[in-house]
């Protein structure tokens, strides 16, 4: 059983959920996954939060509901009003907020209102992050001199590229095929001035076999990460 020294990160999309349970010294204790409907997933993740009194619980949701503020321009009373400013976003979302003193900005998203409040009922020490923050972090820890890091989640592409510590791109697009997920790939490597051959194409999580494929000839080469 989970005890208060154990930590859990769970990821969630519009497709299901995973979640990895961590001892004290970082060992993968259990891990869990369904495809089910995001507000489902919140009820079926209901007994493992509480059979355990983790130390932190990490949630990762896959949202373009996203931007970055310049750290000497944010103004926390204006969360919603950065986001409104380039997505649409339903009255129930909730407008949550990152400092990222490394990247000398502040991360404003939004979460569901439904997920946030479904989860921060659960546990006290839960901390929620879009999926992007994620990427930017395994942006960190390679050391290619052009770095451009994906994830595929349901419907949807998550690209951020930087030029050693230098975030050049953070966005996210609707990907619903292929065609459409390699167009978005190679127009931001083309938008940030990367040379394709010399530049390898990390993925965090699943690769589309097909997608590998293709993209492959185009790509020094293309690397899973976690």
Request: with cysteine; aromatic share 10%; proline share 5%.
């Amino acid at each position: 059983m989970p005890g208060p020294q154990h930590r859990i990160t769970i990821q969630l999309d519009l497709s299901g959920y995973s979640f990895i349970i961590y001892d004290r010294n970082g060992t993968a204790l259990s891990e869990g996954n369904r495809p089910c409907p995001v507000d489902l997933a919140v009820k079926e993740l209901e007994p493992v939060l509480r059979k355990g009194q983790f130390s932190s619980v990490s949630v990762y949701y896959a949202t373009w509901k996203y931007t970055l503020v310049p750290s000497v321009h944010y103004e926390k009373d204006h969360q919603r009003g950065y986001l409104t400013g380039v997505r649409d976003l339903l009255e129930d979302d909730v407008a949550l907020s990152l400092d990222m003193p490394a990247r000398k900005a502040v991360m404003v998203f939004a979460m569901p209102g439904a997920v946030y409040r479904g989860i921060s009922a659960l546990s006290r020490n839960v901390r929620f992050y879009p999926l992007s923050h994620l990427l930017m972090d395994r942006l960190s820890m390679l050391e290619d001199n052009n770095r451009i890091v994906v994830s595929f989640s349901e419907g949807m592409l998550h690209i951020v590229a930087a030029e050693r510590e230098r975030l050049l791109f953070a966005n996210s697009f609707p990907s619903a095929d292929l065609a459409t997920a390699e167009y978005f790939i190679l127009s931001v490597t083309k938008e940030v001035m990367f040379n394709p051959e010399h530049t390898v194409l990390y993925v965090y999580g699943q690769i589309p076999g097909q997608i590998k494929m293709d993209i492959s000839r185009y790509f020094a080469g293309v690397r899973n990460i976690q």
